[in-house]
């Protein structure tokens, strides 16, 4: 048994809860190590490169958040915290610097406010995943987002949902664009049409296995499973506790659902899942999912003629809380206080009239926060890097602007190219599913150790994934523009991501009915003030 079941096992993990006074009276030496990892059932992370100071990773379904939140964000950061919020991968913040002497005041500003930082870390299902932009979507084929909330509900605080082998990522979406990284996922659920009965019926296909740390990237397995909306508590928290149950509980690097799935085959896996479902399932419908990866970044209409919505890029994912505390105000001003967070470091203000678009754009604040990023800029990714994670092998988020902000002084007319930055094997910047990757490690050049990147291209999510191909080693970090300089202009997606009709369709088979082509609003000058 490795210490984390041990742990486990000794004690019921979210009753650490309980001793958070005591904690806080006697300080963060006198938490047991025992203790520290269960404090991560409740978000709450004592970083080595920061000692004596906590964490705090607060979960975000389908990235769906209002201004009232990021308010308190933003004053718990100010207040406990040192002023920087990452906004992960996985669509949530991450509050830094807190002691444990603020820790109930912290859970109890965020409980006021709808939010909780339960279960978003170590053996959990973790942050659930979904479109950003979901029920805005002209072209969407469903609106998923009250799943993910439902499934959310069903499993924080659930006893039996507190114990996994490991940690279990779930991602659950109704849009066509692919913006969300499916494939990676422990259990995905993509948009599909099915006939049943004589009746074309809307829902998800299941893909599972999904995975970027652990041994790299796994491309999730189709398990050639059709399941209705109604269907998806059910059948995903079945799937859950198979992993739970039948997971490996040994070596720690070793016991993703990958690894079972594995193990056992598909057609197994669907026979023990029928078995705990006391019923048939259906086979697989009609991906919906179009060719396109995007990211909602930019001002596009809604479904609503009348109302846009507005991605703005958050270079490399960190921001300053007062800065997201004008997203907040920007939000409530021009929208209706909604903000919604995409997997790709973006803040995105829905629900903005024609009328009030303009002087939206004009704001001093969308200087730094940018709705048109350059090409370079666009699909800049990072994990949080080696100043906040001890696992990091370099400081990434500051290398990562550094490299981007003088390839755009060389480059000119690029297509726009997805960089993403992973600062150790883990991948929690998803090095390995974009057009480039950067891997952080120690190199040495000339006899001095010096921060340098294994260089990665070809990645791939959506429906044609692909692995990355690494083509590079030990780069040193300040010689990466002058690299990239000369590969950038000569990477074809096109070309690395051909994309084959699938076996059996028709070239003449057109998308569902549902999916129509977007509108991209571009104001040339302000509107009209906002009434």
């Known amino acids: 048994m490795n210490k984390v079941e041990k742990l486990k096992a000794e004690k019921y993990v979210l009753d650490v809860k309980n001793d958070l006074a005591r904690f806080a009276r006697e300080g963060w030496e006198s938490i047991s190590e025992d203790d520290v990892q269960r404090l991560k059932w409740y978000g709450l992370f004592l970083r080595k490169p920061t000692p004596g100071f906590f964490m705090l990773r607060v979960r975000i379904p389908n990235g769906f ?36 002497e603020d820790i109930i005041a912290v859970f109890d500003a965020l409980e006021a406010v709808g939010l909780t930082s339960l279960q978003t870390g170590i053996d959990n299902v973790r942050n659930i995943m979904g479109c950003p932009v979901a029920g805005l979507h002209p072209r969407e084929i469903i609106d998923a987002s009250p799943w993910v909330k439902a499934l959310t509900d069903h ?42 009965a004589g009746t074309e019926r809307v829902g998800f296909n299941i893909l599972a296995g999904g995975k970027l740390g652990s041994g790299g990237y796994r491309i999730a397995s189709p398990l ?71 990211d909602h970044l930019g001002v596009f209409r809604q479904k609503n003629s009348m109302m846009n919505f507005v991605g703005l890029k958050v270079i490399v994912g960190r921001i300053q809380a007062e800065e997201l505390f004008q997203v907040a105000e920007l939000a409530h001003q021009y929208g209706n206080g909604e903000i919604r967070i995409s997997p790709h470091q973006a803040l995105i203000i829905p629900n903005v009239t024609d009328k009030c678009l303009g002087n939206l754009l004009a704001e001093p604040a969308l200087k730094n926060l940018l709705y048109a990023p350059s090409a370079i ?19 990434t988020k500051g290398q990562a602007v550094v490299v981007a902000s003088e390839l755009e002084a060389r480059l000119d007319n690029v297509d726009a190219i997805s960089m993403h930055w992973s600062g150790c094997p883990a ?52 010689r990466l523009p002058q690299v990239l300089e000369n590969i950038i202009p000569y990477h074809t997606r096109t070309k690395m991501h051909p994309v084959r009709r699938k076996r059996g369709a028709s070239k003449k088979s057109k998308p569902a009915a549902s999916v129509k082509p977007d509108r991209k609003v571009l104001p040339s000058h302000p509107s009209p003030a906002c009434i």
């Open 65 to 100: 958040a209002n201004a009232h939140q990021l308010r308190v964000l933003s004053l718990i950061s100010t207040q406990f915290g040192n002023g920087v919020i990452d906004i992960t991968t996985r669509q949530q913040f991450q509050i830094r610097h807190l002691r444990i």
């Open 155 to 196: 499993i924080l605080g659930n006893p039996e949902f507190v114990n996994l082998p490991r940690k279990f990522n779930i991602a659950i979406t109704g849009c066509p664009d692919n913006c969300l990284h499916m494939e990676t996922q422990d259990l995905a659920l993509i948009p599909a049409i099915k006939t049943l």
């Open 377 to 395: 800029k666009k699909n800049l990714v990072s994990c949080v890097g080696q100043d906040y994670c001890h696992l990091a092998a370099i400081e």
């Open 224 to 294: 050639d499973i059709f399941v209705l909306p109604e269907e998806v508590v059910a059948v995903c928290a079945e799937i859950i506790l198979l992993f739970r149950d039948h997971g490996c509980r040994e070596s720690r690097t070793q016991n993703r659902l990958a690894f079972l799935l594995d193990e056992w085959g598909e057609e197994r896996f669907r026979e023990e899942l029928v078995l705990r479902l006391k019923r048939p399932l259906k086979d697989a419908g009609q991906d919906q999912r179009l060719n396109d990866i995007k």
């Open 427 to 478: 991948g929690c910047g998803n090095h390995l599913v974009a057009d480039i990757g950067f891997l952080g490690k120690k190199a040495k050049v000339n006899g001095v150790i010096v921060d340098a990147v294994d260089i990665f291209v070809g990645g791939r999510a959506g429906p044609h994934p692909k692995h990355a191909t690494k083509i590079m080693e030990n780069v040193p970090c300040d």
